[in-house]
């Protein structure tokens, strides 16, 4: 821009480092005193098996209901929680509602696990699973009702004390997932040595499925290489009946997107989506 042409590029940018520094520190501020106001909330989202057209499980997604804007997205707080440290609060009380909606779910005999995005600063935490059994104690949370989703860049880095506490909890029935497979760069023999029973797709690698002849021989490769490996697939993003048929030929059965429902509140999503175990119906 003209008006720029005079500075020094290094004083620009070291004037918008700055910036962005003090609106961080006061997003940071905001961000624990929500917590003590309780404005932060759950909402679910579906995840369907096609194949007997079922709802298998909820990924709870949260949001920061600001008094005085509309439902501010992850997005824009979760990447700066996790520079600040506030992700280890705010994951705790993450946790701490999904253990307690689970074991709810779990007595009403809702046949949906629930899933919960962990990120690499939480679980980087030496006490982390001892946090997570507490919650689970608390609320006596069946381990089989709960699914944690762990990035796919952060899932290459996990030492052997983290990758011990997962085997053992999957050996307790708790699902563990990689999120945004396709995101980072895996080293794949790394991949099948991991404790895990899903790799979610993301939905980069989808998008474009129902036009480009490219982006299907990837994403079918990407598939085969998860299925070989004796995992299961789940794709995120699904926005069309188009880009689901294609990955139904590509032999995916485990879909999450816009074009199933949108992730919505507890009550909402209960009443559009909970049946009992024993009568679930199809929703596709
Ligand atoms: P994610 O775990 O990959 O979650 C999927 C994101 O895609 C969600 O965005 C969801 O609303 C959105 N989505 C689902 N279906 C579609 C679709 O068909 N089209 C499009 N365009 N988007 C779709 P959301 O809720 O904004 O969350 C963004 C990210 O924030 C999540 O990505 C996750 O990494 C993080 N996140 C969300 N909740 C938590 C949490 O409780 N703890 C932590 N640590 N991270 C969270
Ligand atoms: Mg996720
Ligand atoms: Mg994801
Ligand atoms: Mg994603």
Known sequence: HAKHQGRNRAEMFTAELALEAADRAELERDLLLALQRDEFILEFQPQVEVVSGRVVTAEALVRWAHPERDLVMPGFFVPVAEESGAIVALGDWVMSRVCETAARWAKADIGQRIAV???????????????????????????????????????????????????????????????????????????????????????????????????????????????????????????????????????????????????TGESDYLARFATLRQEQRRIV
Do not use: W
């Open 117 to 263: 995005n962990i990120s690499s600063r939480e679980l980087s935490q030496a006490d982390f699973f001892l946090r997570l059994r507490h919650a689970m104690a608390s609320y006596q949370t069946p381990p089989h009702m709960l699914e944690l989703e762990i990035s796919e860049s952060l899932a290459m880095e996990l030492d052997e004390r983290v990758l011990g506490q997962l085997r053992a909890l999957r050996k307790e029935g708790t699902r563990i997932t990689i999120d945004d497979f396709g995101t980072g760069y895996s080293n794949l023999s790394r991949l099948k040595e991991l404790p895990i029973d899903r790799v979610k797709i993301d939905r980069s690698l989808v998008r474009d499925i129902a036009s480009s002849a490219e982006a299907r021989t990837i994403c079918s490769a990407v598939v085969g290489l998860i299925q070989g490996l004796g995992m299961e697939v789940v794709v995120e993003g699904i926005e069309s009946e188009a880009q689901m048929d294609m990955l139904r030929v590509i032999g995916c059965t485990l879909f999450q997107g816009y074009h199933f429902a949108r992730p």
